[in-house]
């Protein structure tokens, strides 16, 4: 059994665990997705305790699955990351469960031996629990972007500098084009999203995570 | 000749209605205006426009041309008069407490008392000239003294408003408005006493003066929605930002609260493992997990303290920078530590921040690059430099790194951002400083080195923390 997390007082902690239970585990040491996998591939191990959230020097665990799961380990997430849609498509690509990290470790070495023994970890139920809450969080997620996909690309772009406090005079001499001008797209904006004024439109943005999603690529 | 008169007469009536329907307009658009702002003048001069226009309306003179007679009454000189003197009242109201913006008007209520007043002086007037045929007979004298009353009042207002043009702008800028409505009463004077084209004269300055108020009233209209709308944009403009703020605000508490559960969730589990298997793990591996667990508390009690509750004290930086530097070392980031460094006054907690920033900082932009902290004295300033051996920084970024709201896409956990770390060490008279290195980035931390250890005076020393 291999135990892959970046946050290594868990891990270890689990290892010693799983290790008293007479149960051979390592924790595995962190680097980029594909020494990761290779390293801990050559373990061997029939479970692998994934978290998904590995820290700056490997990133995302969602792409592990699929070549460990490929490897022939069974993979158990042990996770704080609370997205459905992660979660989901971790159980898509052959996870054979998920729990959270805030579990108590005595559920988390039961589910690490049931995981062992090939014994299901999760019921269908609760798997498809968490396929709902997906589909779910994907559709709200879709409906509350869907209308900021009709902006173009300049009000979108006045819409994320109106989100970080500049005035229409100030964007209007930033982009070198007349205030009339940005009053335009201002308006567009406006029309598009189906809100009264700057302020809401904006609030929206924040609200609908649309702002998150690639507000801040300009921010360097 | 007969002819010639009613003509001039009917100009002369066209040039009142006119007058009467601009100062009817001006007062309705200064209404309009206290709509926008709010303020005790508008309110004030809107009505008395408003009496006044309903005051000149010759509708007395109407009705008795439709009915064919002549007017050999009072009451419509008697009713502009009331008019005027309402008017005129309001006017040295405005100029009383125009500015009080504190002031409660309700101008509904005030146009609806205005010009209730006005028009039941009109009815009673009316009342009596029916009741009592000839109780209000014209007379030459009566008009002239009405006349001389008006023009005098008029006079007198605009003697008034020119007296506060100093301290209200407004004010010296109606008075040459009121003199000329004197003037237009003077002409009626005139008519009265001499006859001639002096009423025509006195009905076309009117309407002139009219026209000149209007405009005055619409400019301002127009003054202050424009002024309105600037404050609205600002506001919304401020209110975007804070939005903006209050949004990142939300994701560093998120941030920190996943910190600081992951922080727990690893206590749990050692504190598990060491309570379940105590006496059958080697004592290597049990102090192992010992130290992991104190180094994560270290890590959360950073977290959880913020730098506002510390004193000041002198203490020791190299003591400090080993505490980070071990907590960093518990995470995997791998951290070279090397030279001494003197003494410092300040918070401990605010270097140990700073720090632990840097290295966080180095551990998102240079995964996996080991990374050197080396301590030294220059010139009386302590130093702490983190070098890693990353990418390093283009120009553009390194010019932009300590800007307010610059951060890493991917900038991790506790980090703060470099413009909160380089104020939090302008604060204690030091400064965080980008120096150019090839291959790799190297900050520096520099703080003003305490000259000798205070020995005079019990003193703290924030190392051992």
């Known amino acids: ?36 996998v290779a390293a801990v591939v050559a373990e061997r191990p029939d479970v692998v305790l994934l978290d998904l959230d590995l820290g700056p020097s490997t990133g995302a665990g969602d792409g592990l699955v699929t070549p460990l799961t490929r490897a022939g380990c069974r993979v158990l997430l042990v996770t704080g990351c609370t997205d459905p849609v992660r979660l989901a498509a971790a159980l898509g690509e052959g996870a054979v469960g998920v729990l959270a990290k805030t579990e108590p470790i005595d559920v988390l070495l039961a589910a690490a031996h049931a995981a062992a023994r090939g014994e299901p970890v999760m019921t269908a139920e609760q798997e498809r629990a968490v396929r709902d809450a997906a589909g779910a969080r994907r559709a709200a997620r879709a409906a509350a972007l869907g209308p900021f996909d009709r902006l173009t690309e300049r009000e979108a772009q006045v819409l994320r500098w109106l989100a970080h406090g ?15 001008t940005v009053r335009t797209h201002v308006r567009g904006v406006l029309t598009k999203l189906g809100v009264g004024s700057q302020l809401e439109a904006v ?3 924040h609200r609908s995570g649309w702002l998150g999603t690639d507000a801040d690529a300009d921010q360097g | 000749m007969i002819e010639g008169d009613a003509a001039a007469a009917l100009a002369a009536d066209v040039a009142r209605v006119v007058a009467a329907t601009m100062f009817l307009t001006a007062g309705t658009v200064r209404l309009a205006r206290w709509w926008v702002t709010h303020d005790a003048r508008s309110a004030y001069m809107g009505t008395s426009l408003v009496v006044l226009g309903g005051a000149l309306l010759p509708l007395w ?31 040295v109201r405005a100029l009383r407490n125009g500015d009080d913006d504190s002031l409660s008007l309700r101008p509904r209520v005030l146009l609806l008392r205005a010009a209730g007043l006005t028009v039941g002086a009109a009815a009673a007037l009316a009342a009596v000239g029916l009741l009592l045929p000839g109780a209000l007979e014209t007379s030459r004298a009566a008009h002239l003294g009405l006349d001389a009353a008006m023009c005098g009042g008029w006079i007198t207002v605009a003697l008034m408003a020119a007296g506060r043009a100093a301290s209200q702008q407004w004010a010296g800028r109606a008075a040459p408005l009121l003199a000329t409505m004197g003037v237009v009463e003077l002409l ?48 919304s ?49 049990a102090r192992q997990l010992r130290d992991a667990a104190l180094e994560e508390v270290a890590h959360l009690e950073h977290l959880v303290d913020g730098a506002d509750r510390e004193e000041e004290t002198d203490f020791e930086v190299a003591g400090v920078v080993r505490t980070v530097v071990r907590t960093r070392r518990a995470t995997g980031q791998q951290v070279r530590l090397s030279g001494t460094a003197g003494v410092v006054r300040g918070r401990p907690g605010d270097l140990a921040t700073v ?21 030294g004295t220059v010139e009386g300033r302590v130093e702490v430099s983190v070098t890693d051996r990353g990418p390093g920084l283009t120009a553009a970024e390194a010019a932009r790194v300590f800007d307010r709201g610059v951060r890493g896409a991917a900038s991790g956990g506790s980090g703060l951002g470099l413009y909160v770390a380089r104020t939090l060490m302008r604060r204690h008279g030091g400064d965080v400083e980008l120096r150019s290195r090839v291959g790799g980035a190297c900050f520096v931390v520099v703080l003003p080195a305490v000259a000798r250890r205070a020995a005079d005076g019990p003193t703290r020393t924030g190392a051992s923390s």
């Open chain 2, 355 to 375: 720090l632990q920033n840097l290295l966080v900082n180095a551990a998102t932009h240079a995964p996996g690059s080991p990374v050197t902290v080396q301590l």
């Open chain 2, 237 to 285: 403009t401020a209110l975007a930002h804070a939005g903006t703020a209050a949004t990142a605000h939300d994701a560093w508490r998120e941030e920190l609260a996943h910190d600081l559960r992951n922080g727990l969730v690893g206590l749990r589990a050692a504190l598990h493992t060491l309570a379940a298997y105590d006496e059958r793990l080697d004592p290597t591996t």
């Open chain 1, 1 to 36: 059994m291999v135990v892959v997390d970046d946050h290594r007082l868990l891990a270890q902690s689990i290892a010693i665990s799983l290790g008293q239970e007479g149960v051979d585990c390592s924790v595995a040491t962190l680097a980029a997705p594909e020494q990761l």
């Open chain 1, 166 to 180: 500049q005035s229409v005079a100030t964007i209007a001499a930033r982009s070198y084009v007349a205030e009339t």
């Open chain 2, 61 to 91: 003179h109407l009705s008795s041309s439709l009915d064919g007679g002549d007017p050999q009454t009072l009451a419509p000189a008697l009713t502009r008069a009331v008019g005027t003197a309402v008017c005129q009242v309001l006017v």
């Open chain 2, 188 to 235: 009626r004077f005139l008519d009265t006493a001499f006859g001639g084209a002096w009423l025509s004269a006195a009905a076309l300055l009117s309407a002139l003066l009219g026209a000149v108020t209007c405009w005055f009233a619409l400019r301002d209209l127009f003054d202050a929605t424009a002024a309105a709308h600037r404050r609205a944009d600002d506001l």
């Open chain 1, 203 to 205: 609030a929206l943005a």
